[in-house]
């Protein structure tokens, strides 16, 4: 391969060329891209139900359901594949999280942050439904994607106050009757301080993208891309808002292009009609916004970021963020080999439903054929043509001497009904994936629950493929978004999980690297038998082969696993010792001593004597004070899991002194709250009460 020497000098290219370049690259793929659009909208229309399409040259045309007495029957055998396939994804809620090095204590805060930060960003972006989205469109076309960017309209609102000047406060300020607070900043009458500007302080943001709105190109054998282009509408005003110095140049357009044709006709798609919305015309005052994002490479060692607006370029750059990667991330379904495009689990379902279709309406007009009694009769019987009358007392009135004779329609082929009955029901299931075993039924003959285990896993591997990509996807959206946080979060701030009240603390330290440690939360498309799912989970939980069973963390685990609900509100306490735990193990090893209080060494075996003979006073170490409604078991344990760390180790003597003081004050603590056994010689003698009243 011949590399080209870096292109230093492109950014200084007029907008026109690169216009010109963005323009060749899609024109390039556009007749390939506009076969994928055409199957796109065939196999979605097709999952929806409206599977009477007739090809034309703008496209496909609904049919009707019944034309001159040709019935076209819809049998949707496609949804009930695509819903249990989505099902499978989705239903462990996937996403990611931060791992931890088991042997560091830095190492289990930081990802304990990070977890939380990630749920945050699941909940703030309503993560369950975009991912929910992202699979019901990979399943249908085959690919989809998330983009995801940095959005400084987002996050909290950040006040700057103004300060009282250097030289003190102005005759005007006195005036209107400012003065300055105890931190320097001006107050008004009211004691409010005065605002100077209001920001946002950003956040994340991760949005849904259609297949139909990007251009891959430059593909390589392992099917990526070098480089994409993404399509978007957005509002004219807000364009001009954003990129002010090209705001006169800015105007409304529309994109040409078949995507957009058959977007909106997926838009307008009603299941049994006769038509669809074409939705021609533009949506108000809108733009098309084209950015093309390129990798890394020799002639771009930063890679390239382009965004323009009909032929205007109005930016260009490296690509925008310090992770170097393209934000637009793939969801696959089925992999094709050396094709950028995966194909949609619908594709290969397709065939065979028209087929069943077509077999099911030739069932149903026969059925309606034979239902309509039909005669033979000479033509001088004279039968009037409103005798036959569909009445209960019919009566056939002829002349005497003729005949009438009732026709009995001729049975159907034994092949057709074996085609309706057995073969397509089987193709469906060997092509879906779905036999009896998926769907919670078992083979004829089959009863034993090991037997029919083993036949939902076999049924079911060939899901795994597909998990394997979309956990790979997942674990890429993490990255990006911790490498997006770390790259715009300088300092300390604070984040509330939606819906859970709780608060996680993270700055730029706990965000360091925190990307290189993303992993995707253990979860399996594998259907299983429930009840024998938990049987063995409480089997498992009862050997301890999970821990402790009476731990709060393990019985906590264990019911997740059985798909309890709300499991949080049944742990609230032990959550909050956990975290208040977390919390003590910072303040013990951290420069922070002002809350505590002195107390005798616990390690101090006896009390020692002086030169004199006395009883010296006993050693006291200063750590942080135990409280009698804390659980003592889950502090000791979290404080325990502080001394196996690699960080304890290495503290001075001090520090480890005040650490284990304190965990001897909760021992203590725990013993003295513990209740007392009664004694051997306490306990109440058989008959004993009865001796006492009768005596």
């Not at 011949?2 to 007749?31: H, R, S, V």
């Not at 950040?158 to 005759?171: I, N, R």
């Not at 499991?567 to 809350?595: C, K, P, R, V």
């Amino acid at each position: 391969m011949i590399f080209q020497p870096p292109e230093q000098d492109w950014k200084e290219k007029t907008g026109e060329d690169l216009c010109a370049e963005m323009n060749k690259l899609m024109e390039e793929n556009e007749f390939v891209i506009q076969k994928y659009h055409k199957q796109w909208f065939y196999q979605i229309a097709m999952r929806i139900g409206a599977q009477w399409l007739q090809n034309n040259p703008e496209g496909f045309t609904i049919l009707p359901e019944n034309t001159e007495g040709h019935v076209r029957m819809v049998v949707n055998k496609l949804l009930a594949g695509h819903q249990l396939k989505l099902a499978k994804i989705i239903k462990n809620n996937p996403w990611f999280e931060i791992e931890a090095d088991k042997t560091s204590y830095k190492s289990k805060v930081k990802a304990r942050k990070g977890t939380k930060l990630s749920d945050y960003i699941y909940a703030e972006q309503k993560g369950k439904k975009k991912i929910k989205t992202v699979a019901t469109w990979a399943i249908d076309t085959g690919t989809a994607f998330l983009f995801v960017y940095w959005d400084w309209d987002k996050g909290d609102l950040l006040t700057d106050y103004q300060p009282v000047p250097d030289g003190g406060l102005t005759e005007e300020m006195t005036a209107q009757g400012l003065v300055g607070d105890e931190e320097g900043f001006l107050i008004d009458q009211t004691g409010e301080r005065l605002v100077a500007a209001q920001t946002m302080s950003g956040d994340v943001v991760y949005e849904f993208v259609s297949p139909f709105d990007v251009y891959p190109y430059g593909i390589k054998a392992d099917g990526t891309a070098l480089g994409l282009i993404y399509k978007s509408e957005h509002d004219v005003e807000e364009m001009k808002k954003k990129y002010p110095d090209f705001a006169d140049k800015i105007v409304s357009n529309k994109d040409k292009k078949s995507h957009i044709d058959y977007y909106k006709r997926i838009m307008g798609i009603v299941s049994y009609d006769s038509y669809y919305a074409s939705e021609s015309k533009n949506k108000g005052n809108t733009c098309m916004v084209e950015q093309l994002f390129e990798e890394p490479s020799v002639s771009y060692p930063k890679g390239r970021h382009i965004i323009r607006i009909g032929d205007i370029v109005v930016h260009r750059g490296d690509l925008p963020y310090a992770h170097g990667r393209i934000p637009l991330i793939k969801f696959t379904d089925i992999e094709n080999s050396g094709q950028y495009w995966g194909m949609g689990t619908m594709q290969n379902g397709i065939p065979i439903q028209v087929g069943y279709n077509k077999s099911m309406s030739q069932l149903i007009e026969n059925a309606d054929n034979h239902a309509n009694l039909k005669f033979k009769a000479t033509r001088e019987a004279e039968i009037a043509e409103e005798t036959l009358d569909n009445t209960c007392t019919e009566v056939i009135l002829y002349n005497r001497g003729e005949t009438v004779d009732k026709l009995d329609p001729g049975s159907l082929p034994n092949y057709f009904m074996s085609l309706i009955q057995n073969i397509y029901p089987q193709t469906f299931n060997d092509v879906l994936g779905q036999h009896e075993v998926t769907q919670g039924e078992a083979e004829p003959g089959v009863k034993s629950g090991r037997a029919i285990e083993a036949l939902q896993s076999q049924d079911e591997t060939r899901n795994i493929p597909m998990s394997v990509d979309f956990n790979c996807a997942l674990e890429e959206l993490g990255e990006q978004v911790m490498a997006l946080y770390e790259e715009h979060v300088p300092e300390d701030r604070e984040f509330s999980i939606r819906g859970t009240g709780k608060k996680v603390k993270i700055g730029p330290e706990d965000l360091k690297d925190m990307w290189k440690n993303v992993t995707v939360r253990a979860t399996s498309m594998m259907s299983r038998d429930m009840y024998m799912k938990k049987e063995e989970l409480k089997e498992l939980w009862g050997q301890g082969l999970f821990g402790p069973p009476q731990d709060p963390k393990v019985r906590k685990k264990v019911m997740q696993l059985y798909e309890f609900g709300n499991i949080e509100s049944m742990f609230e306490d032990e959550d909050l010792d956990t975290e208040w735990a977390q919390e003590e193990n910072d303040l013990l090893i951290g420069d922070d001593t002002s809350q505590f209080i002195q107390v005798p060494d616990g390690q101090q075996q006896s009390q020692m004597i002086g030169p004199n003979g006395l009883p010296l006073p006993q050693r006291m170490i200063k750590t942080l004070p135990v409280k009698e409604w804390e659980d003592q078991i889950i502090h000791i344990q979290e404080h325990n899991n502080l001394r196996k760390s690699r960080e304890f180790r290495e503290l001075p003597p001090d520090i480890q002194e005040r650490v284990n003081a304190h965990i001897k004050e909760h021992e203590a603590l725990q013993q003295a709250l513990a209740p007392v056994p009664p004694q051997p010689d306490q306990l109440p003698v058989k008959g004993e009460k009865a001796v006492q009243v009768a005596a």
